[in-house]
Each structure stands twice: as C-alpha cells, then as structure tokens.
C-alpha cells in the first residue's frame, strides 16, 4: 500500500484537486458536478484498457513486459503531449519512449502509435451508414461487429502476405480489448444523459472515429466540428454537450495523470530483454 502511494500520490492528489476546481467554477446548467468522479473514472479505465493493449502487444510481440506504473502513465503521458504538440503528438512520445526506453525501432513502434486506426476506421464507417440506414441498436451492434473483424481481417491477411509474421492469437486478444474500449466508451455517455442505446453508440463511434484526423494539438476544433455535422445530420444537439465533457475529462486526465507521470518519471535508458 505504501509503494502504491509513493507511486500514485501525487497522481491522485492532482486529480482529486482537478475535479474540485473545475466542480467549483463550472456551468451548473451544462451537467451536476456529481457526474465528474464516475466520468473521470471512466475516462481513466478508458486510459488503462489503452495500457493493457499496449502491454499485450509488446508482451506477445515483442518479449517487452511493461510494469503496472506503465500501463497506468502511458497512455496518461501520451494524452498529455497529444495537448503539447500537433498531428499525433501522443503517438510522436510513445515512438520516442519506446525507442529510448526499450530500444525499439520506428517501423515496430509505429503501429502501437495507430493502434485504434482499425476500429476508428470501422465506427467512421458505420456513422455513416447508420446515418442512411437509420438503424436501430441491435442492428447498429451487429453492423459494427461486422467491420470491425472485417477490416482486421483484411490488415492480417495483408500484414501477413507482405512478410509481416503477425500472431492470430495477438489479433484476437487486441482485438477483445477494442471492444472492450468500444463499450465502455458507450457506457459513458449513458452515465452522464439520458440517451438511448443506439445514441450511445453514435457518440461513441463519433469520439473513437475522429481520433483518425489528428491535426491540432489534443484535436482541438476537429472533434468539436465533427460533432457539429452529427448534430446537423441526427437533430441531436447532445453531440456537442457530451463532446464538451468528454473533452472536460480528456483535459483533467492529462493535466493530472499525465503531468503528474512526467513529474515522477525518470530519465529513460534502454532496458536490456
């Protein structure tokens, strides 16, 4: 218990004050102060489902066993420089921490920087066909289920016929933890509004999709247009409330996880496997 401390504190206790600020000077008319915790908590599962990838990945690819600290602060640094620097800023760290950190090189690297393209490209495409379709949940569900093994079918079969040896079993686990994320990313806009399911899983697909076009610093202005068009597409103005705190969360995780791993971490050297 006292290691966790040490190692967690001062995350913790930057969270906790991030949570009463912002609880204290936000708009008491856009949502209660009481859905900060359990939005926070889910956006935090949401960073350690995002860890547990990449220590899959690396674990059965690699021989590469992160520690429990680096689940928990790598995805938490990666959404704090996403806010520092342009285009995928998150992705530019992890290439840079994994090459001085574990002496892992760019090409391998690459991919865990773009680990969500598959299913972002997947729920880009279901926006759109649920947008002309009109789909109820259950057919919404089926239809993303359906693109997303396609189109990581299609990256195994062609990963594969390029010389690349990619595991079916590395698939398959990476490939549970997507829907993993993909769930409990529906799950939050239920704890927070009165939404339906099939709303839900829009606003799910609307956040995970847009993470393909990284150009500002934190995709500031690109994930907040999108989510105007879907408000224009669906006549749903709740596109832009839950984008306004999905973006609350996403600032409160990186200025509190993510400065507060910085702050603990140590100069990275390359560790020998």
Request: proline residues 2%; positive net charge.
């Amino acid at each position: 218990m006292l290691n966790f401390l040490k190692k967690y504190g001062v995350n913790i206790l930057f969270a906790i004050v991030g949570i009463i600020f912002v609880a204290k000077f936000h708009d008491s008319n856009a949502f209660s102060w009481t859905d900060l915790l359990p939005g926070f908590g889910l956006y935090c599962l949401l960073s350690v489902i995002t860890g547990l990838r990449f220590y899959s990945l690396l674990k059965l690819t690699e021989n590469i066993h992160l520690s429990l600290a680096e689940i928990i602060s790598i995805p938490a640094r990666m959404n704090l420089f996403s806010y520092v620097l342009p285009f995928k800023g998150g992705g530019i760290w992890l290439i840079w921490y994994l090459k001085t950190r574990y002496g892992l090189g760019f090409i391998k690297s690459l991919g865990m920087a773009f680990q969500n393209a598959s299913l972002a490209i997947s729920l880009l495409l279901l926006l759109v066909v649920n947008h002309y379709a009109s789909m109820n949940f259950q057919s919404m569900l089926w239809t993303a289920l359906l693109l997303i093994l396609l189109i990581n079918a299609v990256i195994f079969i062609t990963r594969r016929s390029i010389g690349h040896h990619v595991r079916l079993g590395v698939v398959i686990y990476d490939l549970i933890l997507s829907l993993l994320y993909l769930s409990v990313t529906c799950i939050l806009p239920m704890s927070l509004f009165e939404v339906s399911t099939e709303q839900s899983l829009v606003f799910a697909a609307l956040i995970i999709s847009s993470s393909l076009i990284k150009i500002t610093p934190g995709n500031i202005g690109v994930l907040e247009g999108m989510a105007a068009i879907a408000s224009i597409w669906y006549q749903d103005s709740g596109f832009l409330q839950f984008v306004a705190f999905f973006r609350l969360l996403s600032l409160l995780h990186a200025t509190t996880f993510g400065i507060g791993s910085v702050l603990l971490n140590k100069p990275a050297q390359v560790k020998d496997q």
